[in-house]
């Protein structure tokens, strides 16, 4: 959460910016897309900024189940723009028409939300990782296509035109051949140690502690398991600021997207030195460079440190995929495609290029003028209107998960040098059964996903 500046939902600080004030044009009330948003906490904050100046769309509901924090937003916002509060999401889901939801919940539960809100005929705008398993994923996508929804997962460079721009240079031969794409060595999540000692909390028999577990087993209330969850295994894939599944998500989405493989993914995986806990970054005097994308992000991550080991991944057609970089080095949210004839890298509306030549050309897009997720939230609600397939489809948020959960097993599972053969088809391994072991999990009973 370091890297976003959010807007504190106080009086003296409104989350409101008019959209009057961005020159938009008001929509009429029948034309707008309905929208209900669940889970309030730090990321929402950025999404309902830019829902409030999207005319088109228009929020109705909130929830979210820890009620202090849905009694603030109300407070400072809801009330006056006439949200109805909700503590649990199928209530909400069952008693408002909406047109679309807003997930964004932990990671654990985003799943089980996401797929009763399209059984329920509504589509979804599901942050990301949108799932904590390969098995989650693959259900999810099967509602989606059964019900006609409407996905978009919240990997929103996909909507920056920058970014986009550069990743079809890559794909349509900018750099000749690409031979290989070298991106960052995330930090893995942590496993929770069982013999912790648990504070005696009202909080632990409270039933919202029950739905914020969610899938997961449950235990006794902890502050650092409610406001540490995305750093545990239980929770999430490695959520933090340099995390697998928080940075490593949108990188990987843009390596997929640059070579072409929105819907499949790498067939081998490779753990290249055993797992250790160590600082992301290294931090030593050095000249940054100017053509350093990741340079703005370098110090946001001096305080990471957790699970790391060098990963290399191969595709079909031979592109081998390098998670190398440490946190001040390479792009951080985006990669490096290396060919025949240059190098391409493409960070978050940031982009350069071995030799400069490669990027020198007319139709060069210019930077984003409005916040980098409003585009996304844009797409999504026109996808609503239209029901054409969003930029980053469940499918494609989908696979670019899979990437990190496939480095978070190649970890777990711990064969040094070993070629993990994955077929991405059937979406298993061929030769590694305690990898296909953790591509579910089981869940606890009251909170399976519908089918």
Known sequence: MKRRNFLKWTVSAPLIIKSSVLGAQAVPPSEQVLIGVVGIGGRSHE????????????????????????????????EKNGWHAYTHPLEMLDKEKLDGVVISTTTHS???????AMIR???????????????????????????????????????????NWAS????????????????????SPLRW?????????????????????????????????????????????????????????HAYDQIQRGLGTDTTGPVEVILEEPVKNM????????????????????PMTKDIAGPRAKIRMKYQNGVELELYYDSDRGPGLGCIFVGENGSIEINRDAISSNPAEILQRPDKPNKLAVPETQPHLENWIQAIKTRKQCVADIEIGHRSNTLCILVNIARDVGKVGEVLKWDPKKERFKNCDEGNAMLSRPRRKGYELPT
């Open 47 to 78: 999404l309902i900024n830019n829902l409030l100046n999207i005319p088109s769309a228009r929020i109705i509901s909130a929830c979210d189940c820890f009620k202090p924090r849905i009694d603030s937003a109300m407070k400072s916002v809801g």
């Open 110 to 116: 985003r799943a089980w939300v996401s797929a009763h």
């Open 121 to 163: 005929g509504m589509d979804v705008y599901m942050e990301k990782p949108m799932a904590l398993t390969v098995e989650e994923g693959r259900a999810l996508i099967t509602l989606a296509r059964k019900y006609k929804r409407v996905t978009q997962v919240g990997t929103q460079q996909r909507s920056i035109p920058l970014n």
């Open 168 to 187: 079809d240079l890559v794909k349509n031969g900018a750099i000749g051949k690409v031979k290989k794409v070298i991106s960052a060595n995330f930090v």
């Open 193 to 249: 140690n069982e013999n912790t000692q648990y504070p005696d909390s009202p909080h632990t028999n409270d039933p919202w502690w029950d739905l914020w577990t969610n899938q997961a087993v449950f235990r006794p209330y902890h502050e650092d398991l409610h406001r540490g969850w995305a750093k545990w295994w239980d929770y999430d894939g490695g959520g933090t600021s340099f995390g697998v599944t928080g940075w490593g998500a």
């Open 279 to 298: 600082p992301a970054g290294l931090f030593e005097e050095r000249e940054i460079k100017p053509e350093e994308t990741g340079a703005p992000y370098y």
